[in-house]
């Protein structure tokens, strides 16, 4: 017979083991997610002093939805493939080229002329090449889309927070664009469906065409025979090890409050708690709206609207190699308007392989709408055989047995369901900030919650600092007002001393850091902020570096160091 005490004891041991528990917690802050996201998040706590974090990744290497597989002789990138800059990438005050600034300087391997310099050829269903024929189609649709910038521009102008809203498709028949015949609607999936990965009849006209719009004129193809994946991996190189990152770690349930955050995961086989006074979840967008995480207590409801009104799709890509090319090799794509089968239908085939070192025989075909979502689900080989048939007609007897194909799981797998984010009708920068805001200690953070680059690494990359620093603000508010130097710093190097620290309490309005050589009057000053500063050109003698921290309130707090600069003989 069980008696209540007993029970009582065995409700406490399960509480106990798989309750929230901070007072002996694994981290001071655990992220969710070892995508660009993640890597960013942990890169800002890092560098402001912050290194006590846990990073719970599901897969065996980084990178999140960056992943690359091995296939016909070379590495390939399966998620992302292509890095977009400005104009100019090599502008570092422009913040879209904060990556390309990173492959620069880790030496990841890039093709600047991947897309766009070859031009496309397009075949109608029997083989035919209509290219030129449809140049005034092309040319409406790009009149078009210009009107439609300049309506989204005065919308910005009268409604500035984004309420009024409607549809792409509304947005473009308004500007002039109402596709009607099958040459229409193939263009308007070429220029719009195939990139954005939706239809203008789902997607948000004001995040399109106005409110923070960010365009990336130059692509760049990812070559490099480490992966994608390598980029972040040398990001977070100074802090990757394997006490705070835990790889093959499935998170599973997580438990939030206003004071700490634990998460269930099964890590290689073993189920096991992690807890921590914060928590980031980066996880893809798809997870929370289909419930791959479970959360204790259930999200709010305002939360739960907001990534909502966010849709994951799937850029679906399946890749074929052949004995030998048969295909169009100098051209960006190869097109197929089939009027028949639908726009949709295996509508676009790029020749990959003539980027790639060697210039194996390999078709990427991309999928977007309804059919990528329909492929991603089915076998392969079926996927195969219908490729096959389609190339059959365009290039007859020429066409060979395919040796392989790979397509991947975006569409199914649980820790995407989907590969990238768009913003349907109704989403304002207020949905962005609830979808963002954190609920008790649990932050929220990846490209889907950045207002102005939601689909791509950009955005992932600077909500992983934005949701850094909030946390860092939290912990410094329930501080004293202050500074400490970290790393054995102020340290000298010739005539030079730099830096770093971190500063505590808040919220913080104005950080200075002064350096005197004590009775000779010398005193210079800089806004230092960033938690570094250098001062360079010093001559021999003893200074003193402070940093000055003044909170909103105007208290003020000082940390100082001596140190020596030493002459020609002391060296």
């Not at 300087?105 to 002329?113: K, S």
């Not at 089939?338 to 003539?354: N, Q, S």
């Not at 199914?412 to 963002?436: C, D, I």
Request: glycine residues 8%.
């Amino acid at each position: 017979m069980v008696t209540l005490s007993a029970l009582l004891l065995f409700v406490a041991a399960i509480a106990a083991a798989y309750g929230q528990s901070c007072e002996n917690p694994d981290a001071q802050v655990l992220i969710l997610g070892a995508g660009m996201s993640g890597i960013s998040a942990a890169r800002t706590l890092y560098e402001s002093g912050e290194t006590d974090f846990i990073i719970l990744e599901q897969a065996s290497r980084v990178g999140g939805r960056m992943r690359s597989i091995e296939f016909a002789g070379t590495v390939i990138d399966i998620g992302p493939q292509w890095l977009f800059t400005s104009e100019d990438p090599t502008d570092t005050s422009n913040p879209s080229n904060i990556l390309y600034q990173f492959a620069q300087q880790c030496g990841l391997e890039l093709r600047p002329d991947g897309l766009g310099t070859r031009g496309n050829i397009i075949y109608d269903r029997d083989g035919a090449v209509i290219t030129t024929s449809l140049f005034p189609t092309f040319g409406r649709y790009a009149i078009a889309e210009a009107a439609a910038l300049q309506l989204g521009a005065r919308l910005d102008e009268e409604n500035p927070d984004g309420t009024r809203d409607f549809s792409v498709a509304v947005g473009l028949r308004i500007s002039g664009w109402d596709p009607r015949t099958p040459e229409e609607q193939h263009v308007e999936y070429i220029n719009w469906d195939f990139p954005v990965t939706q239809s203008t009849s789902s997607v948000s006209f004001r995040r399109r065409f106005g409110m923070d719009r960010r365009t990336f004129p130059i692509i760049n193809l990812v070559t490099d025979q480490r992966g994608y994946a390598y980029l972040a991996e040398c990001i977070g190189e100074a802090f990757l090890n394997s006490s705070r990152l835990h790889l093959n770690t499935q998170v599973s349930a997580v438990q939030y409050s206003d004071e700490c955050v634990c998460a269930t995961a099964l890590e290689n086989g073993v189920t096991r708690q992690y807890c921590a006074p914060y928590a980031i979840h980066t996880f893809a967008l798809g997870t929370l709206q289909l419930g791959t995480i479970q959360f204790e207590p259930p999200l709010p409801e305002s939360k739960v609207f907001a990534f909502n009104l966010q849709q994951p799709s799937v850029f679906q890509k399946a890749w074929i190699v052949f004995n030998e090319s048969f295909w169009d090799t100098n051209v960006d794509f190869i097109i197929i308007l089939d009027p028949i089968l639908g726009r949709e239908y295996f509508p676009v085939f790029w020749p990959i392989g003539a980027s790639y070192p060697g210039n194996p025989p390999i078709l990427e075909v991309l999928l977007s709408g309804e059919t990528s979502l329909s492929v991603g689900l089915q076998d392969p080989k079926i996927t195969q055989g219908q490729i096959v048939e389609i190339l059959g007609r365009i290039y007859g007897d020429s066409v060979t047995e395919p040796v392989d194909i790979f397509q991947h799981d975006y569409a199914t797998n649980p820790y995407f369901y989907g590969n990238l984010e768009t913003s349907t009708v109704g989403v304002t920068r207020q949905t962005f900030a609830e979808y963002a805001a954190p609920v008790g200690r649990l932050y929220f953070s990846g490209a889907g919650t950045h207002v102005t680059n939601t689909s791509n690494l950009q955005g992932a990359y600077y909500s992983g600092i934005d949701t850094a620093n909030a946390i860092l603000e939290d912990m410094r508010e329930g501080l004293p007002l202050g500074a400490e130097f970290i790393n054995d710093t102020p340290r000298v190097v010739g005539d030079s001393v730099e830096a770093e620290f971190v500063t505590t309490g808040g919220p913080i309005a104005s950080v200075f850091c002064t350096l005197r050589q004590p009775g000779t009057g010398f005193r210079e000053v800089e806004e230092c902020s960033s938690g570094t500063v250098q001062f360079t050109g010093l001559d021999p003698g003893i200074y003193t570096l402070r940093v000055i921290v003044r909170d909103i309130n105007r208290d003020r707090a000082v940390e100082r160091e001596s140190f020596v600069i030493p002459g020609p003989a002391e060296e």
